[in-house]
């Protein structure tokens, strides 16, 4: 199976067998390669064509798109080879209480779906990217969740937005006041956006209990790794891939 992951800024895919695992932690990708989400029309027609030709070199017959850009989604699921969504309207292996589920983006039925794949059924799933959203599951009920700007989007915007600043890349920098404006610009966006992400999952768990916590996304390195966490985050679960786990584990259950 081709498994296709398209967030907002970059588009993940790569070709998983579901014989090889059952869950999330066992499942292991081929070939996974990572790509610019296009926002034109012929880049979308070179997505698919990428993506096309990829399957045929696997001898894939079978793909799950798990996307949150609409035209993105129509033109896979026409191009790619038995094609189907992975978000609110597959099998799911949970229950929810959203007041609008096809108003979710797919990628966080995805996070969901890899939370119950782990054995979770107490989970916050963190993803961080363009946007970060928070994920919520209760006794296997996915409850809702928050959505804010991720800190490289709230980065650009600042720098596009104030006259005399200029966009710049967040990046781990100490707390201590910075002697020029380039250097108070990216640790403010780095400091301002984990503490803020540390922050909203402390005031998440005080509110909603015991949650084991998973992050993933592009941006989740701002937090550090299992080696070097940022303080206090030891115990947190880290995984890169864990919407396109999600993704997978809804792509075989919408095939059985």
């Keep these: 199976m081709l498994v296709v992951d398209v967030g907002n800024t970059r588009t993940s895919a790569a070709v998983w067998s579901p014989a090889d695992a059952t869950g999330t932690d066992g499942i292991r990708f ?46 896979l699921l026409a191009g790619l080879p038995g094609a189907v969504a992975a978000d609110h309207a597959s099998p799911l292996p949970f229950a929810t209480a959203l007041a609008e589920p096809a108003a979710t983006g797919a990628d966080r039925f995805c996070d969901m779906a890899a939370a119950v794949g782990a054995g979770l059924r107490d989970a916050l799933v963190v993803d961080m990217g363009t946007a970060t959203t928070f994920n919520v599951l209760v006794g296997g009920v996915f409850v809702g969740g928050l959505i804010a700007p991720g800190a490289g989007l709230a980065a650009r915007a600042l720098g596009e937005r104030a006259s005399r600043l200029h966009p710049v890349v967040p990046a781990p920098a100490p707390a201590e006041a910075q002697p020029d404006t380039h250097g108070a610009l990216v640790a403010g ?48 679960r880290r995984d890169p891939l864990w919407t396109l786990k999600g993704a997978a584990l809804l792509g075989a259950a919408a095939g059985r």
């Design 30 to 75: 081929a070939e996974l390669v990572h790509l610019p989400t296009p926002r034109d029309g012929d880049g979308r027609a070179r997505l698919c064509d990428g993506l096309a030709a990829l399957a045929r070199r696997h001898d894939l017959r079978r793909a799950a798109v798990a996307s949150v850009v609409p035209e993105v989604t129509a033109v």
């Design 189 to 236: 966006c780095y400091l301002v956006g984990v503490h803020g992400v540390v922050g909203t999952i402390g005031a998440l768990l005080d509110r909603h209990g015991a949650l084991t916590v998973v992050l993933t996304g592009g941006q989740s390195g701002l937090l550090g790794d299992e080696a070097a966490p940022f303080p206090g985050t030891g115990r947190w």
